[in-house]
């Protein structure tokens, strides 16, 4: 048969496990030069003048220019959200903001593609996980609050229930649009306005979703939207018209935003980092639990606060899933995140890959040995590959501190009790991950394990209707379910 | 019954199973059904298609120039284009098998025979092994077999084992498939143990089906005897190969099999040699979208040849 060669180069031994390069089209896409604030129904420009650009992390080219919000602009969002509070959202009846809620859903059903394109572009993750996990998530949330915003009364009956008013939303740059669900989705199903702050590295899906609630109709200034960076975050935290605050992102902020809320007596919700143990038991589906490890740590570049980042496997099959773990790991395809078969896209920022690189490094000081795939990385842009750090005992810096990328770090344990042990020794308490067959065991570790989220034999699982939090310095507070919705609502009962 | 140096407690029991989890299982083979095939490597896999693929015919009213015909369409797929590589065998019934054996000679289609009380399995292993003899002895290069289902779930591992072990020695230099029927086994689980026995009696490939049940070949299916074939070749240093058999129509299914092989077995699994698509409707499929490719626009049914 042989090697015959065709007009295009091909030949008959090309279709190994290469594929030809599938990019996702820009086309639909149209990144404005410069983008202003989103503040009472309109885009405005900064009081300051003061702006800051956004990059591709995958190239290390300028998108577009983003207006930063100085202590002005941050007072007028939330009077505007004080003012549309008391005129607008207060008196709507529910059934009323859920047909909001639902229109914002359809069009983010409509444009998804659009959506999915764009936050690959800014943020670096790959197409095909914008395009099936975060724009379907993102509407499921709004629909799902939409079904909540006229029937609050039933699920806390007997309740004199009231709206916080006006919230200050602060969220990461792992998942801009679906964070941006998650926190106004709630917020406003429950009936308060909002003044949303992006990340300053992935503004652009935040203020797309700001043309989309211009489109909708939704009264202006329920929901403000101001781009800016660290002093524009603590504008929001610190003005005293600011009725709750819920956060998303490092401990590390999150302390001191917790500091600041509790002079004041501040309602707040913190969803903060994590250090996930990813438990293997001997007895496990193995193949499924390699892809359960894979996904656990290497989604999204591993920049997942509730990532599965410490592998915890039996001693008594470690040599065989770690060396099976590498070989799946040689397969993870590397490189542009808007090719469709991508598996790792690009680190969101030149300061993260900084600090997973000085991890990595801390953690071979300190003796762990390293794997790295064979892989090759693009020249421009910043990447990392996907690693993994067996040899790691529980006192190295990577066993504690949370990395937020593709980082696994190996231990093994002998028991189950000793793995329990070892998976709640951490300052963190996010999530875990059990593989096992036997069922008794998985209820006798999730009865012990100190995490707000337990997957039993999957991983990075979500839903709007099943709450999602901490435990420990992982943070307080649940989004989604019925939960989440205690967090925007005085006299639920639960946390708020 | 023939004897063989295999035993059954010397190999099925000391080859571990390890369980499947279907809900993650089924996961992964719809992410590997994501994966975008364009241009350069579409063109490859729609002929790695085609060298992969057994021909088949598995009708009652099969006929000599029925098979005839089947085997011209076997030798050149495309009359119109030399490129277009030949399959890589037919697949018919043993009355059938010297007709085959007759219209292939002198190309390198190899005639696949059932045998051994195809679809069942359901007499006794004197008749079936009698069975595959006179396949063989016909002519046909490869025997497809099926597991004795009946024996495997009541239990009798031993014995569905054994009579595989005796089929191979029916084969002589014959290569044997056995076919688990994976849409009877009721489990993933189950469709892991009856891969392991069949690789430890002896098969040289393991194939989903029939073809004659509803439930046949599909994704997570393939990928589950996948990684049954990858863990026994690590374990025991022999590659088996894998053949899906029924409701495979379309090009874009079968380049989602290559996909699985690829990404589960490896480049080496990607040849005649130890992957296998068996199908009847599926060639004219690949040929349209290899005439897409090359024209750059879809011709239609009558542009390919009906056999």
């Known amino acids: ?496 | 019954m023939p004897t063989s140096t295999i035993t059954f407690r010397e190999t099925v029991s000391s080859i571990k199973v390890i369980p499947v989890d279907e809900v993650s299982l089924e996961a992964r083979a719809a992410s590997l059904a994501t994966r975008s095939i364009k241009t350069t490597s579409k063109r490859a896999a729609l002929h790695l298609a085609i060298r992969c693929m057994d021909l088949t015919t598995l009708e009652g009213a099969d006929t000599p120039e029925k098979v005839a015909s089947l085997c011209q369409k076997a030798k050149r797929p495309d009359p119109s284009n030399h490129g277009v590589p030949s399959v890589a065998a037919v697949c018919i019934y043993p009355e059938m098998v010297h007709h085959a054996v007759e219209a292939t000679e002198g190309s390198n289609v190899k005639v696949a025979s059932v045998a051994g009380a195809f679809p069942s399995g359901l007499s006794t292993i004197e008749a079936r092994t009698a069975d595959i003899a006179d396949a063989v002895k016909r002519g046909a290069d490869e025997i497809d077999i099926v597991l004795n289902r009946s024996a495997f779930l009541a239990g009798d591992e031993q014995r569905a084992f054994e009579e595989i072990v005796a089929s191979k020695d029916a084969c002589g230099k014959a290569h044997l498939k056995v076919i688990l029927e994976v849409g009877e086994l009721g489990s993933y689980d189950k469709i892991r143990q009856a891969s392991v026995l069949a690789m430890a009696a002896g098969a040289d490939f393991i194939k989903t089906s029939t073809g004659k049940i509803p439930q046949a070949s599909s994704l997570p299916r393939v990928l589950c005897m996948a990684e049954a074939v990858r863990d026994f070749a690590q374990q025991t240093n022999i590659s088996v190969g894998i053949k899906a058999a029924g409701g495979i129509r379309t090009a874009k299914q079968a380049w989602h099999y290559l996909v699985v092989i690829g990404e589960t077995l490896g480049t080496e699994w990607l040849s005649p040699e130890m992957f296998r698509i068996g199908a009847s409707s599926l060639l004219n499929d690949v040929l349209l979208q290899l005439n897409r490719l090359d024209s750059g626009s879809y011709s239609g049914p009558d542009y390919v040849t009906v056999d």
Not at chain 1, 43 to 57: A, H, N, Y
Not at chain 1, 117 to 144: C, M, N, Q, W
Not at chain 1, 332 to 357: H, M, Y
């Open chain 1, 1 to 496: 048969m042989g090697n015959s060669n065709f007009k295009d180069g091909s030949s008959l031994e090309d279709f190994g496990i290469e594929y030809a390069p599938a990019i996702e089209s820009t086309s639909l896409v149209n990144i404005k030069d410069k983008y202003g604030l989103f503040i009472d129904g309109n885009f405005v420009d900064s009081s300051s003048g003061k702006s800051f650009k956004t990059l591709d992390p995958s190239t290390e080219k300028p998108l577009s220019v983003v207006t930063e919000a100085s202590s002005d602009d941050v007072d007028r969002a939330v009077r505007s959200a004080g003012v549309s509070y008391e005129k607008y959202w207060k008196k709507m009846p529910g059934a009323d903001r859920a047909r909001y809620l639902f229109r914002i859903a359809r069009h983010l059903q409509e444009r998804a593609r659009e959506f999915a394109v764009l936050e690959t572009l800014d943020g670096g993750k790959p197409i095909k996980e914008s395009r099936d996990v975060d724009l379907p998530l993102a509407a499921a949330h709004f629909f799902y609050h939409a079904g909540w915003a006229d029937k609050l009364e039933y699920a806390f009956p007997q309740r004199k229930l009231e709206p916080h008013g006006v919230i200050g939303q602060i969220i990461p740059w792992n998942f801009p649009l679906l964070m941006a669900a998650w926190k106004l989705a709630p917020a406003l199903a429950c009936g308060n306005t909002v003044v949303l702050k992006p990340a300053e590295t992935t503004p652009l899906t935040a203020l797309l979703l700001a043309e989309v609630i211009r489109d909708v109709d939704l009264p202006p200034g329920v929901v403000n939207i101001v781009t800016g960076a660290g002093e524009t975050g603590s504008a929001i935290v610190e003005h005293p018209e600011v009725d709750k605050l819920a956060f998303t992102g490092s401990t590390e902020v999150g302390k001191l935003i917790h500091r600041s809320a509790v002079k004041r007596n501040l309602p707040l919700t913190l969803e903060l980092g994590g250090k996930a143990p990813h438990i293997i038991f001997e007895d496990a589906a193995l193949d499924q639990a390699i892809e359960g490890v894979i996904n656990g740590i290497f989604f999204n570049q591993g920049h997942v606060c509730c990532a599965g980042s410490r592998l915890l496997v039996q001693e008594s099959i470690a040599d065989y899933f770690i060396d099976r773990l590498q070989k799946r790991i040689e397969l993870l395809r590397v490189g542009n995140p808007l090719d469709k078969n991508t598996d790792i896209g690009a680190i969101n920022s030149l300061a993260q890959l900084e600090r997973i690189d000085q991890l990595v490094k801390a953690g071979i000081d300190e003796g762990a040995e390293v794997f790295k795939p064979s892989c090759s990385l693009p020249e421009n842009g910043y990447w990392y590959p996907p690693t993994v750090l067996t040899g790691v005992q529980q006192s190295h810096r990577v066993a504690r501190e949370e990395i937020f990328g593709p980082v696994l770090v190996v231990q093994t344990f002998r028991t189950p009790e000793e793995a329990l042990e070892k998976a709640n020794n951490t300052p963190y308490g996010l999530s875990a991950g059990i593989w096992t067959e036997k069922g008794s065991l998985i209820h006798w570790m999730a009865e012990r394990l100190r995490a707000g989220v337990i997957w039993a034999n999957t991983f990075n699982k979500f839903d709007p209707t099943s709450p999602f939090g901490g435990y420990k310095e992982s943070g307080f507070g649940r989004e989604g379910g019925m939960q989440g919705l205690t967090a925007y609502l005085k006299n639920s009962g639960g946390h708020s």
